[in-house]
């Protein structure tokens, strides 16, 4: 497990990816060195920041998301999400952060999941056109999580977060 952790943190520095913000109320998301998701360490692709994981029933295929840097620039400026399935913001402790969705383009769909992949919450998020972040809503979590997962508007299936079996 903690070579899957160091590769992880070696692959997602050597990514670029985009996404939506996280917020802790503070300004953007503090920064953590954070590790694979444990019920998702074995769904990470070699070599990409991405994962294949499984919600209830249904497999996707999702970036990862785990630095402070990822999280905070998240799907910004996204026209799609392309091949992905959405966006797995990862920590290596429970947070409270607040998302919002400024320039982001597409609605979306977030879940908020404990660190035992264990659904905490869901809600729809629109795109915010204001010029500046503090007039664009925030969405909270019900409770404190480790991951959140951030799909096409209703397209969130039901479920625990866990690995896809190969």
Do not use: H
């Not at 797995?88 to 409270?96: A, E, G, P, S, Y």
């Not at 969705?101 to 977030?110: G, V």
């Amino acid at each position: 497990m903690d070579g899957i952790r160091a590769w992880c943190a070696t692959a997602a520095l050597a990514c670029v990816l985009v996404a939506c913000g996280a917020d802790n109320g503070e300004g953007i998301e503090a920064a953590s060195t954070t590790r694979p998701p444990e019920p998702v360490a074995s769904a990470l692709v070699a070599g990409e920041a991405q994962a294949r994981v499984r919600i209830g029933d249904d497999c996707l295929d999702v970036l990862v998301a785990d630095t402070a840097e990822e999280r905070a620039i998240g799907l910004s400026e996204k026209d799609s999400l392309g091949r992905f399935a959405g966006m797995l913001f990862v920590w290596d402790t429970d947070v409270d952060s607040a998302f919002y969705m400024y320039r982001t383009r597409i609605p979306l769909t977030i879940g908020w999941y404990g660190p035992d992949g264990d659904p905490i919450g869901r809600t729809d998020m629109e795109p915010c056109p204001e010029p500046v972040p503090e007039d664009c809503p925030e969405y909270r979590p019900p409770g404190r999580y480790r991951y959140a997962l951030e799909v096409g508007s209703g397209a969130l299936p039901g479920g625990a977060l866990a690995a896809c079996p190969t």
